[in-house]
């Protein structure tokens, strides 16, 4: 797990291809909705920034067998002032590329923190399947942004929601990772 490289940009075409297709199936059934329960609230991370989450998206699913939390990172090139605005705005048209990968439960979309890195936090059914996705996805990221930013973390066996209840569920995943980019510390 964590293996923190971009699949083969075939195999990424080939899963986004397939994910769309998904996209307007789950479209046509009404099984995407926008939440906003969770919208303003703000995520602090263990590297001291934070961030306000602008966005939740959620697929009408059973419940997760093997849930596992996905927190994917990465700072947007020539991103200032108006541009972070726009780009949430914009953000939308993205949804398509996610949505229908096989495993996808919920995603937060966080605005940028103090320094201008982006978060998306999801819920998936099956860490391998959100992986998967994180490698995938890297390669439509790579195309808007800094070189080295990108960066992922599959945290298996937790949920979304208890995460953001219980914050602290997370300390013991990795022993030294205190300070981790990843680890939510607390929800304001």
Known sequence: MNTQAPLPRSTAALAEIRCMGAFVRLLARRRIHMPTDHVGSCLRF??????????????????????????????????????????????????????????????????HDQDHVYRGVYEWDGAEDAERYARSLWRVLAIGSVPGTIAYRVVPGLRRDDVLAEPHRLDAIEPGAAAAWWRIVEVM
């Not at 966005?55 to 996905?70: F, H, K, N, W």
């Not at 002032?81 to 949430?88: E, K, P, T």
């Not at 705005?89 to 919920?106: A, C």
């Open 46 to 111: 263990a590297t001291g920034t934070s961030a306000r989450i602008y966005r939740e998206t959620v697929v009408d699913r059973s419940p997760a067998e093997a849930p596992c939390v996905l927190v994917v990172a990465f700072r947007l090139r020539f991103l200032r002032g108006l541009g972070h605005r726009l780009f949430q705005w914009e953000s939308l048209l993205n949804t398509p590329l996610f949505v229908g990968y096989p495993g996808y439960v919920s995603k937060l979309w966080l605005a």
